[in-house]
Nanobody, 117 residues
Framework: QVQLVESGGGLVQAGGSLRLSCAGS????????MGWYRQAPGKQRELVAS???????NYASSVKGRFTISRDDAKSTLYLHMNSLNPEDTAVYYC???????????WGQGTQVTVSS
């Protein structure tokens, strides 16, 4: 019932921008903390940014100042605006929803972001 579907990934040159979207369904969006994670080949999945139902945000140090996470509750959609992209940002980006301190945890299928030099 609960689904998270990412979109907006693609190939972009270093210094470019991209906006990722995550559409939620199944009633999870209204009660969940939402987040973006990423995983590069051979590396551990890491938190990129998160946002609570109240709008509080948290960012990884590597993306702070470059990425902006936001949510549109009316559309049940999560966004990640990415600016000043560099090759180190290349990864599969996953949308995540959780509540009750990850007692309930949901993931999207991921969308590939590739940044070329």
């Amino acid at each position: 019932q609960v689904q998270l579907v990412e979109s907006g990934g693609g190939l972009v040159q270093a210094g470019g921008s991209l906006r990722l979207s995550c559409a939620g369904s199944g009633g999870i969006f209204s009660v969940a903390t939402m987040g973006w994670y990423r995983q590069a080949p051979g590396k551990q999945r890491e938190l990129v940014a998160s946002i609570t139902t109240g709008g509080s945000t948290n960012y990884a140090s590597s993306v702070k100042g470059r990425f902006t996470i936001s949510r549109d509750d009316a559309k049940s959609t999560l966004y990640l605006h990415m600016n000043s992209l560099n090759p180190e940002d290349t990864a599969v980006y996953y949308c995540n929803a959780n509540f009750l301190e990850h007692r309930y945890n949901y993931w999207g299928q991921g969308t590939q972001v590739t940044v070329s030099s």
